[in-house]
């Protein structure tokens, strides 16, 4: 009878992990159908080195390598830098992924300065490949431009720029969440008003709250308190064009693995009480 009890107990929980698992991984594909290249979800996992380039008074962004030697993220750190936003470079390996990046520099004709400044933040066999191409593609362009090369580690960033940060994770977060910050703010401009009603105001709220349940799953996060600034709810895009947004009034906190949140777009309120299903309209008591 134990043995009976036993077999079923573990059938039951593989069963439950399977499930935890397909759900996590629907919530993870439909989230990054909604969104460009540049703004899908920060993983850490995906960090084993990086390389900044700064041109002086031209674009500066931050580009994140992982094991396997792909770009898998670029973070931007000023406007001049908005060119490279959501070009689908992210996902290609190093040496095609820099080339694209000077494709669209040499278009805009970003690198017509005197020098560049090429950080490596760990991995020198990886760092000298990105120099190579760089130099490469250079050349056969006819630029002339002096390299600066540099070396440093995350917390000298951290302490150089003054950031408000204590780890190297926090720092990711942050670079991460001033990159699309400002791609929002660049999209804003190109934004055409249009008025929404309370069943479409529903549809986008309960798409922001699905894209929360799926940064809870891929962050791992338990709990999480309203001030936390790791995904602020305003960056949410509630639609597939990335043009509607919970005001600034709405917030959310996790409990437990659940998410509590009030979610407002426009003059229509939803509260969450856990689930989407315990969704009421108006304000949270």
């Known amino acids: 009878m134990k043995k009976n009890i036993l077999y079923y107990t573990v059938i039951v929980i593989i069963t439950l992990i399977i499930i935890i698992y397909m759900a996590t991984t629907k919530f993870t594909t439909e989230y990054e159908k909604t969104i460009g290249s540049s703004e899908k979800l920060w993983n850490s996992s995906n960090y084993k080195t990086a390389i900044e380039i700064n041109i002086p008074t031209g674009p500066k962004f931050f580009m994140v390598i992982n094991e396997e030697e792909i770009m898998t993220n670029i973070f931007i750190e000023n406007e001049e830098a908005i060119i490279l936003a959501n070009k ?114 529903e549809v986008y709220a309960n798409e922001i709250y699905q894209k929360l349940t799926t940064y809870m799953f891929n962050a791992n996060v338990t709990n999480q308190t309203k001030d936390d600034t790791r995904m602020p709810i305003q960056y949410i895009p509630g639609n597939t064009s990335n043009t509607v947004y919970a005001t600034s009034d709405s917030w959310y906190y996790i409990e437990n693995s659940k998410i509590y949140a009030q979610i407002n777009i426009e003059t229509y309120k939803f509260c969450y009480n856990g689930s989407i299903e315990n969704r009421k309209e108006g304000t949270c008591s």
């Open 88 to 201: 689908d470079i992210e996902g290609k390996k190093l040496v095609p992924a820099t080339e694209s990046i000077l494709d669209i520099l040499l278009e805009n004709n970003s690198l017509d300065k005197s020098l560049i400044e090429v950080i490596n933040y760990n991995d020198n066999n990886i760092y000298n490949k990105c120099i190579d191409t760089i130099n490469n593609k250079l050349t056969q362009n006819n630029k002339t431009i002096e390299i600066i090369k540099t070396k440093k580690s995350l917390n000298d960033k951290i302490t150089e720029e003054n950031l408000d940060v204590e780890t190297e994770d926090d720092l990711l977060w942050l670079l991460y969440l001033r990159s699309t910050d400002l791609i929002e703010k660049s999209e804003d401009n190109n934004k055409e008003q249009t008025t929404i009603d309370q069943a479409s105001a």
